[in-house]
């Protein structure tokens, strides 16, 4: 059985790490789907132009829940709290408007994970409070 101890400061780079894997394979998955290959090889993708800065636009995006891992970790109490609320609205939000613009099964299974977890992660960093110890909770 997994328990929590209530320590935010380790479940919540776990949690980054956990969607950051599923984001991984999630692309990995769509590689394997000729029509999807070819169209990235060609660069459209469903009305979208693949260009150098659409892709610099992308790792951005990508780049906010792999920061998320260490500085879950690092960063104090506040900015532990706001940051991952923020981090995990923009990637919540992004992550739930491509489920409306559609996607095969696989995408919308992964993105059932993506969407939960990212619920999750907003979830602990609003309710995380401060202990009385150094104004801080673990």
Not at 33 to 45: H, I, N, P, Q, T
Not at 58 to 66: G, H, K, S, T, W
Not at 71 to 78: F, I, P
């Amino acid at each position: 059985m997994i328990e929590w101890d209530g320590n935010r400061k380790g479940l919540l780079p776990l949690l980054w790490v956990f969607l950051t894997v599923n984001y991984i394979y999630c692309d990995v998955f769509t590689l394997h789907l000729a029509k999807y290959l070819e169209a990235f090889l060609s660069g459209d993708v469903g009305g979208m132009h693949i260009t150098e800065e659409f892709l610099l636009v992308f790792a951005f995006i990508m780049q906010i829940p792999m920061i998320m891992i260490p500085l879950s970790r690092l960063l104090s109490y506040k900015l532990n709290k706001y940051a991952n609320i923020i981090a995990g609205v923009i990637t919540t939000g992004v992550q739930t408007y491509t489920v409306f613009m559609g996607g095969t099964l696989h995408y919308m299974f992964f993105s059932f994970f993506e969407i939960s977890t990212g619920l999750i992660i907003i979830y602990l960093a609003i309710s995380w409070k401060p202990s009385a110890i150094e104004g801080e909770t673990t």
